[in-house]
């Protein structure tokens, strides 16, 4: 019995299990999800209402207003407001110095790009705003 083919039986029947047909980009979102949670209960451990993360969970995407500029300035802001490492180290430093108003800022940084990651969306490349570190968004038609 391999790992890539397991055989279970179940009610007379045999469910096959093929690890190598699980979609990795589905484990990826589950993990992006669960991070996303995890920002959720972090929020809700702060003094806050909650339509404060619902109005700012989106504020991040104001990083794009740098490919009015060019792509390469385009993909440096985006990417600045949609670093973890970024979000972590701000989050990190309010609650070190009890500011309330930095783990904020650390947590809706983290769970936007947690939320953005969940449907595709990832750091940016300085050649297009379609190619991103997760590869390359689709495209409409048009």
């Known amino acids: 019995m391999t790992l890539s083919c397991l055989r279970i039986k179940k009610r007379s029947s045999v469910v096959n299990f093929n690890a190598e047909k699980l979609n990795m980009n589905t484990i990826l979102k589950l993990e992006e999800a669960a991070q996303f949670a995890v920002c959720l209960w972090l929020f809700s451990q702060l003094q806050l209402s909650w339509w404060w993360f619902g109005g700012l969970i989106l ?12 792509k390469r300035i385009g993909a440096w802001t985006y990417n ?15 609650y070190f110095t009890g500011s309330q108003g930095l783990m904020l800022s650390g947590i809706i940084l983290y769970g936007h790009a947690s939320m953005d990651r969940i449907f595709g969306y990832g750091l940016k490349y300085n050649d ?4 991103t570190h997760l590869g ?5 038609a048009s």
Not at 80 to 93: D, M, P, T
């Open 59 to 70: 504020a991040p995407d104001i990083g794009m207003l740098g490919y009015a500029l060019n």
């Open 80 to 94: 600045i407001f949609h670093h973890k490492g970024l979000a972590v180290a701000l989050g990190a430093l309010g």
């Open 128 to 131: 297009s705003f379609h190619h």
């Open 136 to 140: 390359w968004l689709k495209q409409k």
